[in-house]
Nanobody, 115 residues
């Protein structure tokens, strides 16, 4: 099965920037969903951004986050800027591999935003 590994998390000051990466064990077609989700303590997992022949963002991160791919490295990135405390969460990458929905998930990487 395809494996996804996230990295790049850490502590960031309010207003700071951070870029996360997610590397797949094999190539994922650009026709398939490849995106980012996050889950804050005590809250439900929420959609952040995705790529599939284009980019898509949740309203809360639009204009601050950018998702892009490096197909040569089988990697998708999430570039974050203007970070806010509410962005604090475990960030997961996910991919559509064999079904019509996200069916493959990484283990997550922690992002903490505070003063």
């Amino acid at each position: 099965q395809v494996r996804l590994v996230e990295s790049g998390g850490g502590w960031v000051p309010i207003g700071g920037s951070l870029t996360l990466s997610c590397t797949a064990s094999e190539h994922i077609s650009e026709n398939n969903l490849l995106g980012w989700f996050r889950q804050a303590p005590g809250k439900e997992r929420e959609f952040v951004a995705a790529f599939r022949l284009g980019t898509y963002y949740s309203e809360s991160v639009k204009g601050r986050f950018t998702v892009f791919r490096d197909n040569a490295k089988n990697t998708v990135y999430l570039r974050m800027s203007g970070l806010k405390p509410e962005d604090t969460a475990i960030y997961y990458c996910a991919a559509q591999v064999t079904t019509a929905r996200y069916d493959t998930w990484g283990q997550g990487t922690q992002v903490t935003v505070s003063s």
